[in-house]
């Protein structure tokens, strides 16, 4: 079944002008990406990640790019879907992925990570999560499963990705790459010699994918994976 992408757009002016702040997109059965931005050197940058209707409530994958957005993407829920946010789940460190905790605490949402990433938030002095995600983990949400998988060490020593078995959607956050990536982007805190091997990694842990989202840019299917390879040098 084929989804149609619906989209909100919010727009705020600041020194730098008129630019997108959120945006919303529809790709399967109560999933959604929810898309935030930051001014970067050479323009607003997206920031993915994910949007899940369950029984008891929604679930996102990671926070939007700061409070503010994340605010208002809490926001948007609130009044859009008319349920209450039940979980948050931290991809890693960098705060594309966790810049929002803080809201979260003040409106009681619980968050997830893995140990690595509440370490690193720790030792920064940053918020952390409330509860922590063993490397191999299964959530339960009603009748929806979520699983996340430490694969290994690539973007950032503590990445996590999360697999939707029901509609065999990858969120590969930063780890993976998307196919129109022109470079393999922020490496500060990536671990260039075990990238590789974490995603052939992912490759044999997810022969049957329908839509893989990355991090950052246009999500698509199986060929994420060989761009992130390309971009790093590696043939296949």
Request: hydrophobic share 40%.
């Amino acid at each position: 079944m084929k989804y149609i992408s619906f989209f909100l757009i919010l727009f705020s002016v600041s020194i730098y002008g008129e630019g997108p702040k959120l945006l919303v997109s529809q790709i399967g059965k109560n999933i959604y990406v929810h898309t935030s931005y930051k001014l970067l050197k050479d323009g607003y940058f997206p920031s993915n990640g994910l949007l899940i209707e369950t029984g008891e409530g929604v679930v996102l994958v990671d926070t939007a790019w700061g409070e503010e957005q994340t605010f208002e993407l809490l926001d948007w829920i609130s009044n859009n879907l008319k349920k209450p946010v039940i979980a948050v789940i931290i991809t890693h460190f960098h705060e594309d992925r966790a810049g929002g905790i803080d809201i979260l605490k003040k409106q009681n949402i619980p968050s997830y990570a893995g140990k690595r990433t509440i370490s690193i938030l720790k030792e920064e002095g940053e918020s952390v999560p409330e509860k922590v995600l063993k490397d191999k983990d299964l959530l339960v949400f009603g009748k929806t499963k979520i699983e996340t998988f430490f694969p290994g060490a690539g973007h950032s020593k503590d990445n996590l990705v999360v697999w939707l078995p029901g509609s065999r959607i990858l969120f590969g956050g930063c780890l993976v790459k998307s196919v129109e990536a022109d470079d393999i982007g922020n490496t500060k805190d990536a671990d260039l010699k075990e990238w590789p091997k974490t995603i052939r990694k992912l490759e044999k842990m997810f022969p049957k994918i329908s839509i893989i989202v990355p991090g950052h840019q246009a999500w698509g299917g199986r060929e994420s994976l060989k761009r992130t390879l390309e971009l790093l040098g590696v043939s296949k």
